[in-house]
């Protein structure tokens, strides 16, 4: 059974960090681009940041400069490091994971970030 589990959400006062954290199981994440999708309430879900494969890495360009994904393929982990937040970041945050040639796709369960003062 693949499973996806974000953690590391929360509540933040803006200009504050988090780092979320999606362990993977189920899966090698080593065969996948992984990547990191917010919604907010009333909005459709965005990409926020994706990372193949080979780490080639892009970004939503609301979050350029602010927030950088990264992967540890032995430990099945993906990480999204999220520096100056904004009350604008405020939504739930999912992992995704992309088999690489497929249109295999899982999710996670999302874990929230709240922005605020």
């Known amino acids: 059974q693949v499973q996806l589990v974000e953690s590391g959400g929360g509540l933040v006062q803006p200009g504050e960090s988090l780092r979320l954290s999606c362990a993977a199981s189920?899966?090698?994440?080593?065969?996948?681009?992984m990547g990191w999708y917010r919604q907010a309430p009333g909005k459709e879900r965005e990409l926020v940041a994706r990372i193949g494969a080979r780490a080639h890495t892009n970004y939503a360009d609301s979050v350029k400069g602010r927030f950088t994904i990264s992967r540890d393929d032995p430990k099945n982990m993906v990480y999204l490091l999220m520096n100056s937040l904004k009350p604008e970041d405020t939504a739930v945050y999912y992992c995704?994971?992309?088999?690489?040639?497929?249109?295999?796709?899982?999710w996670g369960q999302g874990t929230q970030v709240t922005v605020a003062s």
């Open positions: 189920g899966i090698f994440i080593g065969d996948y681009a």
């Open positions: 995704r994971a992309d088999l690489v040639f497929s249109t295999t796709y899982y």
